[in-house]
């Protein structure tokens, strides 16, 4: 096994797999945080804690900031699944080290731009292109690895 | 790297898990779809995008078509995670390259079939039924995984 | 790969992982259980499946059993995705066999305390001490990746 960690291009996936999943695990106590906060809650426990009832009140209704780093999370989880499980297959294709590279850090990237501009409400599309930028770099590898698999 | 994807059983496993995740990142674009026609939104960007009150009234009531893809999109996820997860591990308990085709194959087109029933609404036990077979198919690679890795 | 499967590590990892993928999996029966005896449904599949007009407007509430187990799985999944592919990166970066179990036990054990604990509705803090367990697990292992694969 050790063999594996050896290798430039698995070393290079670990790295960026690792960096994007992390920034994800990093959404759930960003909408903990939102949910105190904003006082936005699906959750009794989080209304229970405060004694106020006017505080409750805001509690039961869905708020909108909070709402976006729910939905940027789910974002988050459909994209990158799909990223780490085709990007893994990719990188044992045996496809160039610089353009493996070129495709993880262009994904990578362009879900750091998804999630600022979605939490920070930037003007789209700054959101939609990144959202459709990660796509298209996760359809390349995918092709890569069809053709590998289906036609070799 | 390159024996691993000479060997046709990580082939197999490769083509099906990619066409797999594949048909689920294609439910995103699915649901923006549907909410733009149907115009049931969770989001003040899509309701926004409409100058029309009448519209806009609509996009904000959750419109039960929209909902239908929405939640076949989140049961794709729950269960095509657990198939790339347990299906790799089993490519590496060495099944025969027959029965484990037919696993692969069994599950893929279950999510096919399932997809298809739900977003149609065809009558059930279709949906449910091809759930289940998919179920059923994890399932019986987890059971190979566990009794290779407890007792071996 | 078959040298692969004789490898304790990787037996190890396969073991935890297909554990904690199947106990997920258990999550999505355990929802449509409550769902039916709780009658709170997202669903008019469900809805439909009841004649009576007093279970039928339950149905169309949200009920809070239900919607705990819900979030219940949907925190499963967040959580048991990001350790499976950065315990998979670790399990390669060569640790000792005893620590990568301490990481696999601790985290598989974490969350199965953090689901009776979120199903029984337990006071706090045994849900959220459970779910920080299982974020320092995982944390511990990303950061023993990302050393490896940044300066090795």
Not at 2 to 9: E, P
Not at 18 to 39: H, N, Q
Not at 47 to 52: G, R
Not at 125 to 143: D, E, K
């Amino acid at each position: 096994m050790a063999d594996l960690m050896s290798n430039d291009m698995f070393l290079a996936f670990s790295k960026y797999a690792t960096i994007v999943v992390l920034k994800m695990m990093f959404m759930a106590p960003l909408t903990g945080y939102f949910r105190i906060t904003r006082k936005g809650a699906q959750n009794w426990h989080f209304v229970q804690a405060f004694s106020n009832s006017e505080d409750r009140k805001k509690m039961l209704q869905t708020n909108p900031d909070v709402e976006r780093v729910r939905r940027c999370h789910q974002n988050d989880l459909e994209n990158i699944i799909s990223f780490v499980v085709i990007g893994l297959l990719y990188a044992f294709t045996g496809p160039d080290l610089s353009t493996a590279l070129l495709h993880f850090q262009v994904f990578v990237g362009s879900r750091f731009i998804h999630t600022v501009s979605y939490l920070l409400a930037l003007p789209q599309p700054s959101r939609g292109l990144s959202w459709v930028v990660g796509i298209i770099t996760t359809f390349s590898m995918a092709y890569r690895v069809l053709t590998t698999a289906l036609f070799l």
